[in-house]
């Protein structure tokens, strides 16, 4: 028998039942991390990670999170946009801005939760900060940025091969940005997945809104 062809409308179905499922996992893990923390495997899952500590290894990860910083995640996404503008390609440039407005509705679970961030008595801590851990603003951006250059650009490289390859290196450079974070000890592996779970329902709302922007 052949395999069931992927029509449009299967891929559409699985892409909706997949933002289903991250948004219920999302929720899920809200409620869990505003009364727990650190979750139930957090401590020891980062404690394996931070394992492979190697001076090497932490300016490696610090440089990977310094791309998915505030003020590189604004100014890449804006000089994109502008640049997108600039050759007149509107709803692509618009995706982009969208790309910081779900950054800065993510400030409002940080805010409301204020999970506190890993401390230096369970964890190796690099990177510190005030503000709240849950979910991980860089592995957030990361998702949702990364993810939208993957959705816009992939469709136009004709190899099959390099197509591959340029989804596996975003995608890659995606799961290394959670992991810098919980390898810094900036946060813990279950804000990074929350991001991870945030991440997939905003790039979908993004790429939702680019596509109907373009058949106006």
Wanted: glycine share 6%.
């Amino acid at each position: 028998m052949k395999p069931a062809e992927r029509t449009p409308q299967t891929i559409g179905r699985k892409a909706v039942l997949a933002v289903i499922v991250s948004l219920v996992f999302a929720a899920a893990l809200t409620l869990w991390v505003s009364f727990t923390t650190p979750l139930p495997g957090d401590v020891a899952i980062a404690q394996a990670i931070q394992s492979t500590a190697a001076p090497w290894l932490d300016t490696a990860m610090k440089a990977v999170s310094f791309l998915n910083d505030n003020l590189v995640a604004i100014g890449g996404a804006l000089a994109l946009a502008a640049a997108l503008a600039a050759w007149r390609r509107w709803p692509a440039a618009a995706a982009f801005l969208g790309v910081l407005a779900a950054d800065m509705a993510l400030r409002i679970p940080k805010a409301i939760i204020h999970r506190a961030r890993p401390s230096e008595d369970l964890v190796r801590v690099l990177e510190s900060s005030d503000s709240g851990g849950f979910p991980s603003g860089h592995a957030f951006h990361a998702v949702v940025f990364f993810g939208l250059v993957a959705l816009l650009v992939a469709p136009h490289i004709r190899s099959a091969p390099l197509r591959r390859t340029f989804i596996a290196l975003l995608i890659g450079f995606i799961v290394t940005t959670g992991f810098s974070r919980v390898y810094l000890g900036a946060h813990w592996p279950s804000d990074v997945l929350g991001a991870f779970a945030y991440g997939v329902s905003s790039l979908a709302a993004v790429y939702y809104g680019y596509k109907r922007m373009k058949r106006l």
